[in-house]
């Protein structure tokens, strides 16, 4: 298994977890650190389910989560954001009656930092968000939705953030404009990244390390840089 | 005071809407923004109206009628909000289906109670000796003064709900009814907030229980049929369950129109109050409520909150 550089932010150890007794992950071992960590696998490899375990929002059934040093297993899902740690989800990522800035605002209550301050940094990082910031979010397209969970994430000044699948659906134009975006964030704003994605090449491009799941196992754990094409076929039963 | 020109049936039409508007404006906050379905809303009414009248009316008060009825008040506002507090607490991390469940059967408990414990409820043949506490002259003008009063609380209850709305609370209220989960990665402990809101919304709805109950004077187990709940349901589903105003007009259109124009104003024979016209009013309620589930399923005034705000970016 490959290094983090210096202490890790995330430590998981054995876990397990799933739905309605289904275990789906099964003993997932991995550390992340300052960096973008990307998760790969097919459908059903566990993606989701591993980011929702780790935001607190699946109890999972072994193992442990330790994030800053703490140990986070057992906390509940609101707290897991006052820590430090941003979950963008794959769908249903906004709150569709309210508007774009008031889901921004949801997402700002966090930290001592003004909030006009976050919001300006965010729509830096999107400027769409700034012409759109009184429509209903429900109204927005695919991409546009996207950027504002991902806005809103990042108004809570996260230390590490989880994005699930946040290209899954969207236009080349859009998937180039994410992971430009993902790179800005860690290399400008310092933030740790786990990146669940099915598409591996635009993924190991950004990506610093790399975890493969297959069917609720970890794979692979590796450098990006020295995941083969084999082992990437292999981890995706092709 | 002169009261000739009133009419008693508008008095009593106008009360019964005002409390079902009050009602429907709490169940907007638990239902509209939150997505709770508090099938219970005769509950919490009916206890909050018992345990103000039975406090009020068991016991010798040492004081004035105002003092015991504040007390007693109060004592029902509290009673109701704790047993908001409970069934919130059992129902908070339920599905629909077990929120439904868990709401009826509370009211159904409340009715029981109310039937069985004679001793203290008076069971089936009711609780008297409620009384308003004050007394201007005539029967007519202390129901008119209740009425202004009453008119004056669901107007406070009005306002409170308008102020949610344009409130960081309103909006996590609004953001836990739509999806819960992305609210607690959000950081929003929603379990708590759906329990406070739970607990505040059925102390409003015992307060308007004991003013009812004050109303009536007499308090018995008819008063807690679920046709109370769903008077709350409709007015609501009607008027728009996104909207605040939505109560007021689902209220007044659906409740008032029979309860006050047709009542007090349109001289049908007398014979035909007895069960012609209330036959006529349940069948009138419900071909407008499949009428506005089939042509207009937001309710009459939709969700304007949507509408006003495409209109602002769009013209």
């Avoid at chain 1, 490959?2 to 977890?17: A, D, I, K, Q, Y």
């Avoid at chain 2, 009814?177 to 759906?194: H, I, M």
Wanted: charged share 15%.
């Amino acid at each position: 298994m490959s290094e983090t550089n210096g202490t890790p932010m995330l430590e998981v150890s054995g876990l397990r977890s799933g739905y309605h007794g289904v275990n789906v992950l099964k003993d997932i071992t991995f550390d992340v650190g300052n960096e973008v960590f990307s998760v790969l696998g097919a459908n059903g490899a566990g993606k989701t389910t591993l980011l929702a375990t780790l935001a607190r929002l699946i109890t999972s059934t072994a193992g442990s989560i330790t994030f800053l040093g703490n140990n986070v297993t057992r906390i509940p899902a609101f707290e897991t954001a006052a820590r430090g740690m941003g979950y963008v989800p794959q769908e249903r990522g906004v709150f569709p009656d309210l508007t774009v800035m008031e889901n921004l605002n949801v997402g700002g209550m966090i930290g001592e930092r003004s909030r006009e301050e976050r919001i300006d940094e965010v729509v830096a990082l999107f400027p769409d968000l700034g012409n759109l910031s009184n429509q209903i979010a429900g109204t927005l397209s695919g991409g546009e939705s996207r950027m504002v969970a991902c806005g809103r994430a990042l108004m809570q000044d996260p230390v590490l953030l989880l994005l699930d699948e946040p290209t899954a659906g969207l236009s080349p134009l859009y998937v180039d404009m994410f992971f430009e975006k993902i790179a800005e964030i860690h290399q400008d704003k310092g933030v740790g990244i786990i990146l669940a994605e099915q598409n591996a090449t635009k993924a190991l491009e950004v990506a610093d390390r790399v975890m493969v799941l297959s069917l609720g196992e970890a794979f692979a754990v590796m450098d990006a840089a020295n995941l083969t094409t084999d082992q990437l076929k292999e981890g995706y039963r092709i | 005071m002169n009261l000739n020109w009133l009419d008693a049936f508008l008095i009593s039409g106008l009360f019964s809407v005002v409390v079902i508007i009050g009602l429907a404006l709490l169940l907007h906050l638990q239902l509209g923004l939150t997505r709770i379905a508090n099938f219970g809303v005769v509950g919490f009414f009916g206890i909050g109206m018992y345990s103000f009248g039975v406090l009020f009316t068991k016991v010798d008060w040492p004081f004035g009628d105002l003092p015991a009825f504040l007390v007693s008040l109060a004592f029902g506002t509290l009673v109701a909000g704790l047993s908001g507090l409970l069934v919130g607490w059992l129902i908070a991390d339920l599905d629909e289906d077990g929120v439904l469940v868990g709401t009826l059967g509370f009211a159904t408990v409340v009715f029981i109670l109310a039937t069985t414990e004679q001793d203290l409820t008076g069971g089936a043949l009711g609780l008297g000796g409620l009384k308003f506490p004050y007394d201007v002259g005539t029967v007519k003008a202390d129901e008119f003064l209740w009425l202004i009063i009453v008119i004056i609380v669901v107007t406070l209850i009005f306002l409170y709900v308008w102020w949610v709305h344009r409130t960081p609370y309103g909006r996590l209220l609004i953001a836990t009814g739509a999806n819960e989960p992305l609210a607690r990665s959000l950081g929003k402990a929603t379990f708590r907030t759906k329990l406070w809101l739970f607990a505040v919304g059925s102390a409003g709805m015992g307060m308007i229980g004991a003013l009812f109950g004050v109303m009536e004077r007499f308090l018995a187990p008819e008063n807690l049929g679920i046709d109370v709940t769903l008077a709350a349901m409709v007015a609501l589903v009607i008027g728009g369950t996104a909207r605040a105003w939505g109560a007021v007009i689902g209220g007044f259109l659906i409740f008032g129109f029979f309860d006050i124009i047709v009542q007090s104003y349109i001289p049908f024979p007398k014979a035909w109050y007895g069960q012609a016209i209330p036959n006529a009013k349940l069948i009138v309620e419900g071909l407008v409520l499949m009428g506005v589930l089939l042509f207009r399923p937001l309710g009459i005034l939709g969700a304007m909150r949507r509408d006003k705000l495409m209109r602002r970016v769009h013209g």
